[in-house]
């Protein structure tokens, strides 16, 4: 079966500091893995993507993603924090074994930005 | 452009009403996924669509869940004899094919009391 988990609930920073959020996949395909972010009382909004090809996906606003095989890990970077990054963030992969490609989502990192 | 479009945006429900959710796809994409995200949770698939057949349902919780896409657009995601446990954002998505990328809805916030 195909998992994320998030190893973070919350995660505070101060603006202008790093951001990096955690997610360790299970898969036994070579994955789809995704970075949405979601708003208070918005949508989700993809920020980017990995889909085997380079191993280093860049999204909006200055996001970042490593793909890292050896450590099952997907781990969302940026390198200074906004007080408008302030949201729900989600990891997901995409059930390739089902055949429809549903999304599974981790439980969430709520990021906070400290001025 | 028209992105995914749902309505209502808030429901409120007494316990034991039937409810029926509206998604409006982005035009011409063929793949439909319903989810359902409970207070602090992440989305959990409930139930797809490629264009009007329902190809996977087996994240519907109980069978008052049903859906339906009958022309390959515009799903309905009904519930009957709402339970307070249904309380909810549901989450509708689109895409053009399958393993495309899924475009997310605002959601219907749904309130059983």
């Known amino acids: 079966a195909q998992s994320v988990t998030q190893l973070d609930s919350h995660v505070s920073v101060s603006e202008g500091t790093p951001v990096l959020l955690r997610c360790n996949y299970s898969?036994?395909?070579?994955?789809?893995l995704f970075w949405y972010v979601q708003h208070p009382n918005k949508g989700l909004q993809l920020l980017l993507k990995?889909?085997?090809?380079?191993?280093l996906v860049k999204g909006i606003n200055g996001f970042e993603a490593e793909f890292k095989k050896s450590e099952t890990s997907f781990h969302l970077t940026k390198p200074s924090a906004h007080m408008s990054d302030a949201a729900e963030y989600f990891c997901?992969?995409?059930?390739?074994?089902?055949?429809?490609?549903?999304?599974?989502f981790g439980t969430g990192t709520r990021l906070k930005v400290l001025a | 452009g028209a992105g995914v479009s749902q309505s209502p945006r808030y429901k409120v429900a007494k316990r034991g009403q039937d409810v029926a959710l509206r998604c409006d796809p982005i035009s011409g994409h063929v793949s439909l996924f319903w989810y359902q995200q409970a207070l602090g949770q992440g989305p959990e698939f409930l139930t797809y669509?490629?264009?009007?057949?329902?190809?996977?349902k087996s994240g519907l919780p109980s069978d008052r869940f049903f859906a339906e896409r009958p022309e390959g657009s515009v799903s309905t995601l009904k519930i009957q004899r709402t339970q307070q446990e249904d309380s909810a954002v549901y989450l509708c998505a689109s895409s053009s094919a399958v393993n495309n990328e899924q475009f997310f809805g605002p959601g219907t916030r749904l309130t059983v009391l």
């Open positions: 669509f490629q264009n009007e057949a329902q190809l996977d």
């Open positions: 898969s036994s395909y070579s994955p789809s």
């Open positions: 997901v992969v995409s059930d390739r074994a089902s055949g429809t490609y549903k999304y599974i």
């Open positions: 990995y889909t085997s090809a380079a191993t």
